[in-house]
């Protein structure tokens, strides 16, 4: 099936819908958190104040899976074997390039979305114009990696605070950017792989500095949305944002106190199902866990209580 996922929009201005292009493989860890996230952009797509246009899981496994009936999906190929030197996510850049080759979407801008996202809001067009919309991370320090950064970056660019301190996702972006952005992305995140300093420095964000990088090398400019994700346990509130990013293990106390680097009695870390999904109805948090927290279990929850076939195998 090719990616398609019905109008969206809720009545919005059809120029400003984004297409929303995840990229996923076939693990059933990834199966199921696509699966979350699919259902809840379905809830929130033609809701009042959205602008989510199609959608289209880009999988990078090179063959089909049992969702491709559950979820509009475009196989794509991995890179050649040994290329992403076990290092997966490198794959992404490359699944960008072969999707926007293929694909023959109707809207001019694509949301870059990962399956650990939850749409809590009908999410709105973020990007204005040729300026696109990012999320900044705090752990992106391009002028604290100038040196590093200059291989990839040459004086003649200009300085290295030109790149955002940005990840490829969430992005709202023009595909005409992203048609010029993709190829470099995928060049350079091969280039920082192969180089041990750079790859020692960047180890699991590597890709996420080969985004900035690119899009700076473009003349691509960022406007930075604090409010585009939270990330739990460390935001609290869910009522200012428009995705829960379930990246960070939640442990606490039966008190409501966090344990981060220690099993809480209480605990929900997607990594804890890697083998199977999580059962339905899973405990809430107990009192005095933040509100960002509870949504979140209570988001799952109310995915994998609708979703048919939750419980089965794929």
């Given amino acids: 099936m090719l990616g398609g996922g019905g109008v ?12 929303v ?13 696509s699966r979350v996230m699919y259902y809840w952009y379905r809830e929130m797509r033609d809701r009042p104040g959205s602008d989510m246009g199609g959608f289209t899981r880009i999988l990078h496994s090179g063959k089909p899976d049992g969702l491709m009936d559950e979820i509009p999906t475009l196989v794509v ?18 699944a960008f390039v072969q999707w926007l080759k293929k694909s023959n979407i109707k809207e001019d801008y694509v949301l870059m979305a990962e399956p650990d996202h939850i749409f809590v809001r009908p999410l709105p067009n973020l990007a204005h ?14 002028t604290e990696n ?15 605070s030109k790149i955002d301190p940005i990840g490829n996702s969430p992005v709202i972006i023009k595909k005409a950017q992203l048609e010029k952005i993709a190829p470099t992305w995928m060049n350079i995140s091969l280039k920082m792989k192969e180089d041990v300093e750079t790859d020692k420095a960047f180890g699991w964000v590597l890709e996420m500095y080969a985004y900035a990088v690119a899009s700076a090398l ?15 346990p460390w935001d ?8 829960i990013h379930y990246t960070y293990g939640c442990d606490y106390t039966l008190k409501g106190e966090l344990t981060y680097g220690k099993i809480g009695e209480w605990r929900f870390d997607k990594r804890s199902y890697l083998r199977s999904p999580p059962p339905r109805n899973l405990t809430l ?15 799952v929850n109310e995915a994998t209580a609708n979703i048919p076939g939750w419980d089965e195998e794929r």
């Fill in 21 to 33: 292009a995840l990229t996923a493989t076939d693990a059933l860890y990834s199966q199921w958190q």
């Fill in 218 to 232: 473009h003349g691509v400019h960022y406007s930075l949305r604090k409010d585009f994700m939270i990330q739990p």
């Fill in 8 to 19: 969206g929009g809720g009545g919005s201005d059809p120029s400003k819908r984004f297409h």
């Fill in 285 to 299: 948090p107990p009192p005095g866990v933040p509100e960002s927290v509870a949504t979140l279990v209570k988001m």
């Fill in 146 to 160: 100038e040196k590093i950064l200059r291989k990839f970056f040459p004086e003649e660019n200009g300085p290295v």
């Fill in 77 to 94: 190929d991995p890179l050649p074997e040994g290329a992403d030197r076990g290092y997966i996510v490198l794959n992404r850049p490359w």
């Fill in 236 to 243: 609290a509130k869910s009522d200012n944002t428009f995705i």
């Fill in 129 to 142: 114009g040729d300026e696109p919309a990012a999320f900044p991370f705090f752990y992106i320090k391009p």
